[in-house]
C-alpha cells in the first residue's frame, strides 16, 4: 500500500515538472520570435528616411 502511494506521489512530481518545463519552453520561444520581430521594425518605424 505505501509503495503505491509513494509511486503516485513521484507521477504527481513528474507531471507538474514536465508541465513547467512545456510552459517554460513556450515563454522562450515566444520570446526569441517577438524580440526578433521587434528588432526587425523597430529601426523600420524609428528611421524617417526611406
Do not use: D, H
Request: net charge positive; proline share 4%.
Amino acid at each position: 500500500m505505501e509503495r503505491g502511494r509513494w509511486n503516485r506521489q513521484v507521477k504527481e512530481e513528474m507531471q507538474s515538472g514536465w508541465r513547467l518545463t512545456l510552459f517554460l519552453c513556450c515563454i522562450w520561444i515566444v520570446t526569441i520570435l517577438y524580440g526578433e520581430l521587434i528588432a526587425y521594425w523597430l529601426p523600420l518605424w524609428a528611421c524617417s528616411w526611406p
